[in-house]
């Protein structure tokens, strides 16, 4: 079991910069595979990033790459997602998902099996 809880979100200026983290409990943490998604109002669910259960992979939406950073520090449970030259169009909830242990890349919700809650992300223009 893998309990997430996001934070790090908040109103920002177009071009600004945010940085989220996903701290998780649960003593797998290490050999689960996380991503980013985002929902907006109204929206389904999408995909923004990937990160391998080692860091050694990363994968990004086509709309936040070279913009967006994901990141992971196993020692301290914690999932990154570095914001940077945001957009309006970046306004959403930021959630952060786990897979199961041991599985590697999707961009598909549907198999993430750990949620957090979200933390809104605001950018004004």
Do not use: H
Request: proline share 2%.
């Amino acid at each position: 079991q893998v309990q997430l809880v996001e934070s790090g979100g908040g109103l920002v200026q177009a071009g600004g910069s945010l940085r989220l983290s996903c701290a998780a409990s649960g003593r797998t943490f290490g050999e689960n595979a996380m991503g980013w998604f985002s929902q907006a109002p109204g929206k389904e669910r999408e995909f923004v990033a990937f990160i391998s259960w080692s860091g050694r992979t990363t994968l990004y939406a086509d709309s936040v790459k070279g913009r967006f950073t994901i990141s992971r520090d196993n020692a301290k449970n914690t999932v990154y997602l570095q914001m940077n030259s945001l957009k309006p169009e970046d306004t959403a909830v930021y959630i952060c998902a786990a897979r199961y242990r041991g599985l590697g890349y999707s961009a598909r919700a549907t198999e993430y099996a750990y949620w957090g809650q979200g933390t809104q992300v605001t950018v004004s223009s």
